[in-house]
């Protein structure tokens, strides 16, 4: 009654102002999606719209700034959870390589033309930095919908990417403690150690009490959810007290939950509160931009974009080409690095809290963001074309013979949502006929014994649609569904559909009028388990004729089938009822 009560004294302007945000946000963003553009770009833009230089709805910056924060931390929260240390070892030492190299270049000559442009050192420290770094979520998007994540190319970057979101934790962690007006070498070495201790104490707590716990969290999707988001927050605060920034905090909390089965499913349950708060966060990052001097500020945005989107894939192409890959794998693997990140301007906004930068400052880098992703993404999609008209003057960055080798193929030809009564019955049947499959489920007690019995499994909820669209299906010969909820196996089927029409898609289901639902979504067989029973039994008895001897051989088999299932605690749903 009391919430309710002070409810009612919520000054209305401040949710209109919210409400014509957004709304003048969604506008926006139909407007580039019909461009396919990334929406980050249309968020930077409803921004300048709703700022003081034209319509100036936002007037409540306080609360807006708090919501730009709470988008940041669940941003770099998420970030955390796929920057496991054995992801990165996995990518090898080109990743490595390139991720460094990329950055140390690029900020070392980017530091330059700023100093040329007439910057400040430190001005021109923090540009070239954020000039160095590439967004990981819009190439991992981009490579996606191309359906070439299991690409060479796209293995190499997202491994340098990840070097580089690395790299960008140090800094984050850095920055703040370097510039502290009583910073000394005995001032920073303290902060560095304590630094270090507080991420070691996070990540033994993790290890010793999350990960045991994870089977427990993971039995209810909510908990899942609402714990995850408190350890991301509390985390974030802790390191906010002890003196670092709260960027780094939320990165090092996600970082610390990377190697629990559960972090898929986490990062799937906080994506669409992460994406409403840092519309939020580049909204405010549009409205702050300074249109004052805007003439002034368009050539050495322009020079710098320049140098974005020729010079970095340059970088690129020269260190894989010192590594023996082809000219078309460095092409399309240096284009991964054509634009500016979130990290970047995260970046930036770091140092105009800490007064390194002005407003003109963060204009100059927010307009090369807008103008190197707009390019980019182009050149990322129309990538092959691109090649073919550069591709005579590409063969400087190759050696006369390339090392590269043949890239073998790792992607699951079958798919099994559900390893329950059904799913293990196709599970034994894949294994009999030697097919590689993978088996998604989001019970972690059956999880822990396919795992423990050598079985490729992921943990994730099949009715998320967002996990669902990140699994790469390209190469899918066959997906079966054993889950016998028609809004779930509808969903599954039109998200593999959309981008694998040749997969053979079989699902559950239990009523005619379901069954037929799912044809319609180019489900190629809908098993109804009851229906099947009969008609296999009616098919048997073809089989069997008059012969008892036979029948008796069957009854032995099934005899040692129910004992199985027994043993696995497989029996039909209406029993458990009584």
Same mark, same amino acid.
């Given at each position: 009654?009391?919430?309710?009560?002070?409810?009612?004294?919520?000054?209305?302007?401040?949710?209109?102002?919210?409400?014509?945000?957004?709304?003048?946000?969604? *506008?926006?963003?139909?407007? /580039?999606?019909?461009?396919?553009?990334?929406?980050?770009?249309?968020?930077?833009?409803?921004?300048?719209?709703?700022?003081?230089?034209?319509?100036?709805?936002?007037?409540?910056?306080?609360?807006?700034?708090?919501?730009?924060?709470?988008?940041?931390?669940?941003?770099?929260?998420?970030?955390?959870?796929?920057?496991?240390?054995?992801?990165?070892?996995?990518?090898?030492?080109?990743?490595?390589?390139?991720?460094?190299?990329?950055?140390?270049?690029?900020?070392?000559?980017?530091?330059?033309?700023?100093?040329?442009?007439?910057?400040?050192?430190?001005?021109?420290?923090?540009?070239?930095?954020?000039?160095?770094?590439?967004?990981?979520?819009?190439?991992?998007?981009?490579?996606?919908?191309?359906?070439?994540?299991?690409?060479?190319?796209?293995?190499?970057?997202?491994?340098?990417?990840?070097?580089?979101?690395?790299?960008?934790?140090?800094?984050?962690?850095?920055?703040?403690?370097?510039?502290?007006?009583?910073?000394?070498?005995? #001032?920073?070495?303290?902060?560095?150690?304590?630094?270090?201790?507080?991420?070691?104490?996070?990540?033994?707590?993790?290890?010793?009490?999350?990960?045991?716990?994870?089977? +427990?969290?993971? #039995?209810?999707?909510?908990?899942?959810?609402?714990?995850?988001?408190?350890?991301?927050?509390?985390?974030?605060?802790?390191?906010?007290?002890?003196?670092?920034?709260?960027?780094?905090?939320?990165?090092?909390?996600?970082?610390?939950?990377?190697?629990?089965?559960?972090?898929?499913?986490?990062?799937?349950?906080?994506?669409?509160?992460? %994406?409403?708060?840092?519309?939020?966060?580049?909204?405010?990052?549009?409205?702050?931009?300074?249109?004052?001097?805007?003439?002034?500020?368009?050539?050495?945005?322009?020079?710098?974009?320049? +140098?974005?989107?020729?010079?970095?894939?340059?970088?690129?192409?020269?260190?894989?080409?010192?590594?023996?890959?082809?000219?078309?794998?460095? +092409?399309?693997?240096?284009?991964? *690095?054509?634009?500016?990140?979130? +990290?970047?301007?995260?970046?930036?906004?770091?140092?105009?809290?800490?007064?390194?930068?002005?407003?003109? *400052?963060?204009?100059?880098?927010?307009?090369?963001?807008?103008?190197?992703?707009?390019?980019?993404?182009?050149?990322?999609?129309?990538?092959?074309?691109?090649? /073919?008209?550069?591709?005579?003057?590409?063969?400087?960055?190759?050696?006369?013979?390339?090392?590269?080798?043949?890239?073998?193929?790792?992607?699951?030809?079958?798919?099994?949502?559900?390893?329950?009564?059904?799913?293990? %019955?196709?599970?034994?049947?894949?294994?009999?006929?030697?097919?590689?499959?993978?088996?998604?489920?989001?019970?972690?007690?059956?999880?822990?014994?396919?795992?423990?019995?050598? *079985?490729?499994?992921?943990?994730?909820?099949?009715? %998320?649609?967002?996990?669902?669209?990140?699994?790469?299906?390209?190469?899918?010969?066959?997906?079966?569904?054993?889950?016998?909820?028609?809004?779930?196996?509808?969903?599954?089927?039109?998200?593999?559909?959309?981008?694998?029409?040749?997969?053979?898609?079989?699902?559950?289901?239990?009523?005619?009028?379901?069954?037929?639902?799912?044809?319609?979504?180019?489900?190629?067989?809908?098993?109804?388990?009851?229906?099947?029973?009969?008609?296999?039994?009616?098919?048997?008895?073809?089989?069997?004729?008059?012969?008892?001897?036979?029948?008796? #051989?069957?009854?032995?088999?099934?005899?040692?089938?129910?004992?199985?299932?027994?043993?696995?605690?497989?029996?039909?749903? %209406? #029993?458990?009822?009584?």
């Amino acid at each position: 009654m009391d919430f309710l009560i002070a409810s009612s004294f919520i000054e209305p302007s401040l949710f209109l102002e919210l409400a014509l945000v957004i709304a003048i946000g969604a *506008v926006v963003a139909i407007v /580039m999606r019909m461009l396919k553009q990334p929406l980050i770009v249309s968020h930077i833009i409803t921004g300048l719209i709703v700022g003081p230089f034209f319509l100036n709805f936002i007037h409540s910056t306080e609360i807006f700034k708090l919501f730009s924060e709470i988008g940041i931390a669940i941003l770099l929260f998420t970030v955390g959870l796929n920057l496991s240390p054995s992801l990165i070892r996995q990518f090898g030492k080109i990743s490595l390589v390139t991720g460094i190299g990329q950055v140390v270049f690029t900020a070392g000559i980017g530091y330059f033309i700023c100093r040329a442009l007439g910057y400040a050192p430190l001005v021109s420290g923090y540009v070239s930095v954020a000039l160095a770094f590439s967004s990981t979520i819009i190439i991992l998007k981009l490579l996606s919908d191309k359906n070439e994540l299991e690409s060479l190319h796209a293995k190499i970057a997202t491994g340098f990417l990840l070097v580089q979101d690395f790299i960008a934790l140090i800094l984050m962690f850095a920055i703040p403690v370097l510039s502290a007006p009583d910073a000394s070498w005995l #001032t920073v070495g303290e902060m560095f150690l304590r630094g270090g201790l507080l991420t070691f104490v996070v990540w033994l707590f993790a290890q010793k009490v999350l990960r045991p716990l994870n089977n +427990f969290l993971a #039995t209810s999707q909510e908990l899942l959810f609402l714990f995850s988001l408190a350890w991301g927050f509390i985390i974030a605060a802790i390191f906010k007290v002890a003196g670092f920034s709260l960027e780094t905090g939320a990165l090092i909390a996600g970082v610390s939950l990377a190697a629990l089965p559960a972090r898929y499913e986490i990062s799937g349950r906080l994506a669409p509160l992460r %994406d409403f708060f840092i519309v939020i966060f580049f909204i405010m990052l549009g409205a702050q931009m300074a249109l004052g001097g805007f003439i002034d500020i368009i050539p050495k945005a322009l020079l710098l974009s320049a +140098f974005v989107l020729i010079g970095n894939p340059i970088i690129v192409m020269i260190i894989m080409g010192i590594f023996g890959y082809r000219k078309k794998t460095a +092409f399309k693997t240096g284009l991964a *690095v054509a634009q500016i990140s979130e +990290f970047s301007l995260i970046l930036i906004t770091l140092g105009l809290n800490l007064s390194h930068l002005n407003i003109d *400052v963060i204009t100059t880098v927010t307009l090369v963001g807008l103008i190197t992703i707009f390019i980019s993404t182009y050149m990322i999609l129309h990538a092959d074309n691109l090649y /073919m008209l550069l591709e005579d003057w590409l063969g400087i960055f190759e050696r006369k013979k390339p090392t590269e080798k043949r890239q073998k193929d790792e992607l699951f030809p079958v798919l099994l949502f559900g390893c329950n009564r059904i799913g293990y %019955d196709f599970m034994q049947t894949f294994k009999k006929n030697r097919r590689r499959f993978l088996v998604i489920d989001y019970n972690p007690e059956t999880i822990e014994d396919l795992e423990m019995n050598g *079985v490729h499994v992921e943990f994730g909820d099949a009715g %998320d649609i967002g996990f669902v669209e990140a699994i790469d299906v390209s190469k899918l010969e066959l997906a079966v569904s054993t889950i016998p909820i028609l809004e779930i196996n509808r969903m599954i089927a039109e998200t593999i559909r959309k981008k694998n029409k040749k997969a053979i898609l079989m699902m559950v289901a239990h009523s005619i009028k379901d069954a037929l639902d799912l044809y319609e979504c180019e489900v190629d067989y809908v098993i109804l388990p009851h229906f099947l029973g009969g008609q296999y039994a009616a098919d048997m008895l073809i089989k069997m004729g008059g012969s008892r001897r036979k029948f008796a #051989t069957l009854r032995n088999k099934h005899l040692d089938y129910l004992a199985s299932k027994a043993t696995l605690g497989h029996d039909h749903p %209406d #029993t458990k009822k009584n």
